[in-house]
């Protein structure tokens, strides 16, 4: 089955035999097959490839983009990467957990909370 584009020359359509999937690059296939132990937030005591590390909640986009420019250009090397990957994301992890446990619902309960004016009185 052929499709027409709108200048008029007819493509193969999806599916058919000698279709390609898009190439990877070869930094791109390096950063999927690259684990690292991660001891830290979600991923604790598992092994994660540095692309989805990259991809993770704890790496802001503009950094990721910033890494995976330099690192596809090859100004950072890989062992740069996973340094500067592994320690955004330890950070990141480390710090939501100690956000997370300070809003948690009775953090302040203990011997004593309820001790003392609260300041929503007065």
């Given at each position: 089955?052929?499709?027409?584009?709108?200048?008029?020359?007819?493509?193969?359509?999806?599916?058919?035999?000698?279709?390609?999937?898009?190439?990877?690059?070869?930094?791109?296939?390096?950063?999927?097959?690259?684990?690292?132990?991660?001891?830290?937030?979600?991923?604790?005591g598992?092994r994660?490839?540095?692309?989805?590390?990259?991809?993770?909640?704890?790496?802001?986009?503009?950094?990721?983009?910033?890494?995976?420019?330099?690192?596809?250009?090859?100004?950072?090397?890989?062992?740069?990467?996973?340094?500067?990957?592994?320690?955004?994301?330890?950070?990141?992890?480390?710090?939501?957990?100690?956000?997370?446990?300070?809003?948690?619902?009775?953090?302040?309960?203990?011997?004593g909370?309820?001790?003392?004016?609260?300041?929503?009185?007065?």
């Open positions: 089955a052929t499709v027409k584009r709108s200048n008029g020359d007819p493509v193969t359509a999806a599916g058919q035999e000698g279709d390609e999937p898009p190439k990877e690059e070869p930094w791109e296939t390096t950063l999927k097959t690259t684990t690292l132990d991660i001891e830290a937030g979600e991923f604790r598992r994660v490839s540095l692309w989805d590390l990259l991809h993770c909640r704890y790496i802001p986009e503009e950094n990721r983009q910033e890494l995976l420019e330099l690192y596809g250009a090859g100004e950072l090397s890989l062992e740069q990467v996973k340094t500067v990957v592994s320690t955004i994301v330890s950070r990141a992890a480390a710090a939501a957990e100690r956000a997370g446990s300070q809003k948690g619902p009775g953090a302040q309960q203990g011997p909370a309820e001790q003392g004016p609260r300041a929503e009185q007065g």
